[in-house]
């Protein structure tokens, strides 16, 4: 890697080597090689007369052995990629150079290939994401029944379960994951549409022939495996698919910054941190912290992605007609960022999920600090059965709770709401029986029980259908 020019850090830092790989020049020409080929075989087996087979097997014996430094010099030469191309093949198979890209225009491989190359970005987004699903749900499953104070406003609130608040995060993934699955279904091809998306080229080609046009459209869907064309277009597909793509990266970003942005609030509670290795620095001056730094990197990450979606919305706006070219230079940064960056969010996730270090003794000690103060329901009701008055009893656990509550933020103390209670004759009670009926499971409600549902009738079926996606490794550089 070079070091004295720009790198980009999704390279160097965040995002793996497949995705790397999916945004590469290599997958890219390639496929516009593949491209060219299913035209020509399409064009074939609708007039054999245009193609030959002879043609088609010599563009099959060069499709991968691209000559670059051809494709260079003639790209200084003419000044347009796809031409310089058309010319580096041509090349190389002398007999089908004739043939190569006949009726087409550049938007024939260009965009198709984008089309290809987010499909196959958007299958390496759910393979992880089904990943980092199965790293929730089994800490989910692991932690289901353990009580922790639960939070609303970030104040004290009912108590809940570490493995039911896990499947909050849970079910935001699998929005994200049914809305990556209607994406991956609905994707379609451009096709060939010639240069203001009439096909007048191919119908020229054709001899008028409309049906043969209509049906070179699907013989190429059909090649590149996918179940159809758009139906209309300009020369582009609709700009409006890459905002669609878009935001649903920017959704799984949404799910993963929740994520994060509640870890880090654990992490200074000192309940559950990120893993954090034996030899990582916290602080180059503080040498005890132990920062959550993978975290903030995913919500880091995740703030990119969601502003980033904003690139495709305003392309898709701003389109002319049957095309202007002032999407190119933009859709080619921010649609490719935005699946390195998701990728290297969803890497993240993954390792800190299957990493989470928990710490029941802290999360036991906030939860019975706080727990006086909701068990004040349940004595009022025992005071009333033995004969009180509930809304004399009510005010007196107000008082109570209040001067509580000032031991506890004003002096510094711990919280005597129970000697408190027990001492006031009102409530016919003693510290043992209060005691006894403050343990923390029965304040969860259905927590343990929602958490044991979720997971058998919504995650379960969502990890059987996609078994062969487990497994995955993933890798921090940093």
């Not at 180059?284 to 690139?311: C, F, G, H, Q, T």
């Not at 497994?471 to 940093?478: A, D, F, K, L, M």
Request: glycine content about 4%.
């Amino acid at each position: 890697m070079a070091n004295d020019r720009y790198n980009s850090p999704f390279n160097a830092r965040y995002a793996s080597r497949e995705m790397q790989y999916i945004y590469s020049p290599d997958f890219k020409f390639k496929t516009w090689r593949k491209l060219w080929i299913a035209l020509a075989e399409a064009e074939n087996e609708l007039d054999p007369s245009l193609v030959s087979p002879e043609q088609i097997a010599e563009l099959k014996e060069h499709a991968d052995d691209i000559n670059y430094d051809v494709a260079r010099e003639y790209e200084k030469k003419f000044r347009h990629d796809v031409m310089s191309h058309v010319h580096a093949y041509g090349e190389q198979c002398p007999n089908a150079k004739p043939i190569i890209h006949l009726g087409a225009t550049s938007c024939y491989v260009g965009d198709n290939t984008d089309v290809i190359t987010m499909r196959e970005a958007l299958l390496l987004v759910k393979k992880k994401l089904v990943n980092a699903i199965a790293s929730v749900a089994k800490f989910a499953d692991e932690y289901k029944d353990m009580p922790c104070l639960g939070f609303t406003h970030f104040q004290p609130a009912q108590p809940t379960t570490v493995g039911k608040r896990a499947t909050l995060w849970l079910m935001d993934l699998v929005l994200d994951y049914n809305e990556v699955e209607h994406v991956l279904d609905t994707l379609m091809l451009l096709g060939s549409k010639g240069t203001t998306g009439t096909q007048a080229s191919f119908l020229e080609l054709f001899h008028g022939n409309h049906e043969m046009c209509k049906e070179l459209d699907k013989k190429i869907a059909e090649k590149m495996g996918f179940k159809a064309c758009f139906p209309v277009s300009g020369q582009t597909y609709a700009r409006k698919l890459d905002t669609i793509v878009c935001n649903c990266l920017a959704l799984i970003a949404q799910s993963c910054c929740k994520f994060s942005n509640d870890l880090r609030l654990l992490q200074n509670l000192k309940e559950i941190e990120e893993p954090f290795e034996k030899n990582q620095i916290g602080s180059s001056a503080m040498a005890y912290k132990r920062n959550p730094m993978r975290s903030e990197r995913i919500a880091s990450l995740s703030r990119y992605v969601m502003i980033d979606a904003l690139n495709p919305a305003w392309t898709a706006s701003a389109q002319w007609f049957e095309r202007t070219l002032d999407d190119s230079a933009n859709k080619r940064v921010s649609v490719a960022e935005a699946f390195l960056a998701i990728d290297g969010i969803l890497d993240l996730f993954i390792n800190v999920t299957s990493g989470l270090v928990v710490y029941p003794k802290v999360i036991e000690a906030r939860l019975m600090s706080e727990l006086p103060f909701m068990a004040t329901e349940n004595i009022i009701m025992d005071a009333v059965m033995k004969g009180g008055d509930r809304q004399e009893l009510h005010e007196k656990i107000r008082q109570h709770s209040m001067a509580a509550g000032a031991v506890v933020k004003v002096e510094g103390g711990q919280n005597d709401l129970v000697d408190r209670i027990a001492a006031d004759p009102a409530f016919m009670t003693t510290k043992e029986d209060i005691l006894a009926i403050m343990k923390p499971e029965n304040y969860v409600g259905r927590a343990p029980e929602q958490t044991a549902d979720f997971l058998n009738e919504v995650i379960k079926p969502i990890l059987d259908e996609n078994k062969e996606l487990l497994g995955v490794e993933v890798e921090i550089n940093v």
